[in-house]
């Protein structure tokens, strides 16, 4: 949860969209998959076969990087990178190598800051942990301010699943930007499924107030009407059961358009100020957001979601 321009001020790069939803994690989702598919490959080789074929084992795989791309109030929260190896160890020089190419930079700067490695390698034993953990420790304390996780060079052998939640950098460099303080902005712009009539707008936080501040139309097409739920009124689930919502308080609106938004066209969005973060921090330090996204800027997921995000 493909790759298409996006340019921001100082820098530019590929936007690479949400693997496991609306700012969640979900990591089980992927061991079910390989599980199936080793199952399957199993079956297919038949009890009849005088030559015993071991399924070829696809190599390690960072699924996560957290924080997400675009997240902000992060506090103390950990910084990690999540590997995955079909529930099997990972070893130890592998993750040495992974975590000697991932380093903690001030954005949009990327200047760096110093920080310490932990290994923890999963045992490969039933009912504990299937993922490997690289967590990120900085020297000293975080500001309050943006920073990003850019990941390097992979080790020969492990890769990116098809779409992580991160942004390609020039150079091969991926990043995920957050801040560790409150300061909520437009993380992306989203749509479940092609011709869907809802459209989604993700904050980096969840945030409070009246939802009829923000608006989605179709320049190009006056016919397109898009109405705003309430905020907190969404049931919408994530990816790992949960919802976006929270005593009136999302990380998203949902925006119901009729007829439903033609892609081809561009969409604006446009917010005026009074949305603010739980802690009363307002939206986009108080600003009116206005953001064109072009038909050619959309992201097409894995997962059938289109998202688009914002330069910053």
Known sequence: MNLKGFSGKGWSGDTVGTFHGTRTTGLPILAGIFTLAFSLLAAACGSDSTETVA???????????????M?????????QL??????????EALLNEIAQSTTLSTWPEQAAVTTASTITDTSGRSGEDQYAHIHLSPATQLEDRWYALLVGELPKGVSWPTTPNLLKLPGGVYAARFRTGSGPVVAEVRINAKGSSSVYLDFSEKVTGDST???VSCPEDGSVKCTADSIGSSTEANGDGGSTSDNGASSSIRFRCQPSFDLNKSMQIHIQPGLESVTGMPLAGGAEVNLVVQPNEWLDLSSGDTVWKPPM
């Open 55 to 69: 399924p070829s084992r696809p190599g390690p795989t960072i699924i996560q990087v957290e924080p997400l791309d």
């Open 213 to 215: 501040l923000a608006s």
């Open 71 to 79: 997240t902000t109030a992060i506090g103390d929260a950990p910084m």
């Open 82 to 91: 999540v590997v995955y190896n079909s529930g099997l160890p990972v070893g």
